[in-house]
């Protein structure tokens, strides 16, 4: 690798995993444009100071990042602030249809807002997750379906992730990928 290839870290929380899927999305699509990538679950982040630009993603629950990511970004806001940094968050909202729904899933959580804008990364994204039937209460399921949550299963929408993906590389002047078989 030359040494002018950006070292990216690719750092993330995730509960039941969706966060974790994307993030090796965003890694696989990374070194696929030759870049040097570090993917690690937020517990054990590398030293933010040996890369040139982080992925940080988290999964969403109540309506805030997980508490592993918020002491995160608080702990290392500086170091992020001092980077090329891009965040993402995982949850149901994205996911949301109906007037009600877009409207609700369109609003980026008070607790997010205020812990993103505390690091301004150059983008944040929310993207839907993964949500199974089982498991969940009727006045939950009730909800959702008021909210025009009407789908379950793997709601990820791949195009979205890797156009954010793309998006991210060619800030970064990453060249094109150079294998078309980045999953999923």
């Not at 379906?145 to 890797?162: F, N, P, T, V």
């Amino acid at each position: 690798m030359e040494s002018n290839t950006p070292r990216i870290a690719v750092i993330y929380a995730t509960a039941e995993g969706s966060t974790r899927d994307i993030a090796e999305f965003i890694a696989d699509d990374f070194r696929a444009r030759g870049a040097d990538v570090e993917l690690s679950d937020i517990e054990h982040a590398p030293d933010l100071s040996h890369f040139r630009a982080i992925v940080l993603g988290s999964a969403v629950h109540n309506r805030d990042l997980l508490p592993a990511a918020t002491t995160f970004v608080r702990t290392h806001r500086e170091a992020l602030r001092n980077t090329d940094v891009w965040m993402f968050s995982v949850g149901l909202g994205p996911a949301l249809r109906g007037p009600i729904g877009r409207w609700i899933g369109g609003k980026v959580p008070q607790k997010i807002a205020a812990l993103v804008a505390s690091v301004a990364p150059w983008d944040y994204r929310a993207f839907a997750g993964h949500y199974e039937r089982a498991g969940v209460s009727l006045q939950a399921r009730t909800l959702y379906g008021l909210m025009g949550g009407r789908r379950y299963g793997d709601l990820r929408d791949w195009d979205a992730i890797r156009t954010w993906s793309s998006m991210i590389a060619q800030s970064l002047a990453l060249p094109q990928p150079q294998s078309t078989t980045i999953a999923p």
